[in-house]
């Protein structure tokens, strides 16, 4: 009903009875906001109460799952019991006390692993060490023995000129030295062609290399006015040190002992 309907059903004229009106008038809409303020609440009270039930319907399903004794005298006993089987659960069946034991364990097999670890790569790198050591040992006995048998002089001194420009295949045993027509001879091939061209540096008398007559060898260092090598041991150096491009499978003695 609205107001002018409630002013006509009471009978109550505009002039006559005015003061009347608006005393009703006033009552009607203190009586309508307190309507609307109710309607509100009634509102927000039915909210709360659709989220409730939505929270006890799932309760409903969790403690049907977890079979919850709702009457239960220490429900919150009773919850952490659950909470406990659920760690159990989730740990394969160990209980909490031997989850943290197994953690414990597996922190110290860790640390065992890094042991183990450091000590395989220190090995490792002796292993690795010890392997060059015995390749430049091959090399130079090899050196040496190409040397030894073709004669030539100083040998000692020798050894690392021509260690030097020696390649070692991936295998680490065979060992090659590119000639000056790109070839890759062996350490004894080698020397034996070099001693050939080189026999200044070949003792006298011998026939792997070529003979010298007997002169004497200088192994100073000299140089004329035009830059040529004039010792003996300039024309050595001129001699093996040649080429020294390498082929890409193999690495110098340089290379490995760096």
Same mark, same amino acid.
Do not use: C, H
């Given at each position: 009903?609205?107001?002018?309907?409630?002013?006509?059903?009471?009978?109550?004229?505009?002039?006559?009875?005015?003061?009347?009106?608006?005393?009703?008038?006033?009552?009607?809409?203190?009586?309508?906001?307190?309507?609307?303020?109710?309607?509100?609440?009634?509102?927000?009270?039915?909210?709360?109460?659709?989220?409730?039930?939505?929270?006890?319907?799932?309760?409903?399903?969790?403690?049907?799952?977890?079979?919850?004794?709702? +009457?239960?005298?220490?429900? *919150?006993?009773?919850? &952490?019991?659950? #909470? =406990? !089987?659920?760690?159990?659960?989730?740990? $394969?069946?160990?209980?909490?006390?031997?989850?943290?034991?197994?953690?414990?364990?597996?922190?110290?097999?860790?640390?065992?692993?890094?042991?183990?670890?450091?000590?395989?790569?220190?090995?490792?790198?002796?292993?690795?060490?010890?392997?060059?050591?015995?390749?430049?040992?091959?090399?130079?006995?090899?050196?040496?023995?190409?040397?030894?048998?073709?004669?030539?002089?100083?040998?000692?001194?020798?050894?690392?000129?021509?260690?030097?420009?020696?390649?070692?295949?991936?295998?680490?045993?065979?060992?090659?030295?590119?000639?000056?027509?790109?070839? +890759?001879?062996?350490?004894? *091939?080698?020397?034996? &062609?070099?001693? #050939? =061209? !080189?026999?200044?540096?070949?003792?006298? $008398?011998?026939?792997?290399?070529?003979?010298?007559?007997?002169?004497?060898?200088?192994?100073?260092?000299?140089?004329?006015?035009?830059?040529?090598?004039?010792?003996?041991?300039?024309?050595?150096?001129?001699?093996?040190?040649?080429?020294?491009?390498?082929?890409?499978?193999?690495?110098?003695?340089?290379?490995?002992?760096?």
């Amino acid at each position: 009903m609205t107001l002018d309907e409630l002013i006509e059903a009471l009978g109550f004229k505009s002039d006559e009875d005015k003061d009347k009106i608006a005393v009703l008038k006033k009552e009607f809409n203190t009586k309508t906001k307190e309507v609307n303020t109710a309607n509100k609440k009634l509102e927000a009270l039915n909210e709360q109460v659709e989220s409730a039930k939505a929270v006890t319907d799932k309760f409903e399903i969790v403690k049907k799952f977890f079979s919850l004794d709702t +009457e239960a005298e220490d429900f *919150d006993a009773m919850l &952490d019991e659950v #909470k =406990d !089987n659920l760690i159990k659960d989730a740990g $394969g069946g160990a209980t909490p006390e031997e989850i943290k034991n197994l953690k414990r364990e597996l922190t110290k097999a860790n640390r065992e692993k890094d042991k183990v670890t450091k000590a395989l790569d220190e090995l490792n790198a002796r292993l690795a060490q010890e392997k060059q050591i015995r390749i430049k040992n091959n090399v130079n006995s090899e050196i040496r023995k190409a040397l030894d048998t073709y004669k030539v002089i100083k040998p000692e001194q020798m050894i690392d000129l021509f260690a030097n420009r020696v390649n070692v295949d991936d295998d680490g045993e065979t060992f090659t030295i590119k000639a000056d027509d790109g070839s +890759e001879l062996s350490i004894n *091939d080698y020397i034996a &062609d070099w001693s #050939k =061209d !080189n026999p200044e540096f070949v003792m006298s $008398g011998t026939k792997g290399g070529a003979g010298t007559n007997g002169s004497s060898i200088d192994f100073g260092f000299g140089s004329n006015a035009n830059n040529k090598p004039t010792s003996d041991m300039d024309k050595l150096m001129s001699s093996i040190i040649g080429d020294t491009t390498k082929d890409a499978n193999t690495k110098s003695l340089g290379d490995i002992f760096g």
